[in-house]
């Protein structure tokens, strides 16, 4: 059975850090492309940032580069994101995802970035 556990949400002022982390169990998970995406009160779920299955090719949603980075653990099968320099428009619920012939989403974590 297929799960996708992420943690490391939170309250978080303008300017600062955190980093999400994502179990994954029930699949293969190294080899297997990973992604995080977002999604804001009212909007569209959107891309944020990709890996590939053994963590060569990253890309990046263009609001995020420069300041997040995704990575991943494929021995303790974890996959991570570190978002600095935090922005108010960063505010979302962040979910884990992969997709082998369909969309496999985690529960999501909760991300708020205010003062």
């Known amino acids: 059975q297929v799960q996708l556990v992420e943690s490391g949400g939170g309250l978080v002022q303008p300017g600062g850090s955190l980093r999400l982390s994502c179990a994954a169990s029930g699949f293969t998970f190294t080899g297997t492309a990973m992604s995080w995406y977002r999604q804001a009160p009212g909007k569209d779920r959107e891309l944020v940032a990709s890996?590939?299955?053994?963590?060569?090719?990253?890309t990046y949603a263009d609001s995020v580069k420069g300041r997040f980075t995704i990575s991943r653990d494929n021995v303790k099968k974890i996959l991570y994101l570190q978002m600095n320099t935090l922005k108010p428009e960063d505010t979302a619920v962040y979910y884990c995802?992969?997709?082998?012939?369909?969309?496999?989403w985690g529960q999501g974590t909760q991300v708020t970035v205010s003062s």
């Open positions: 890996i590939a299955g053994y963590g060569g090719s990253r």
């Open positions: 995802n992969f997709r082998v012939a369909t969309n496999y």
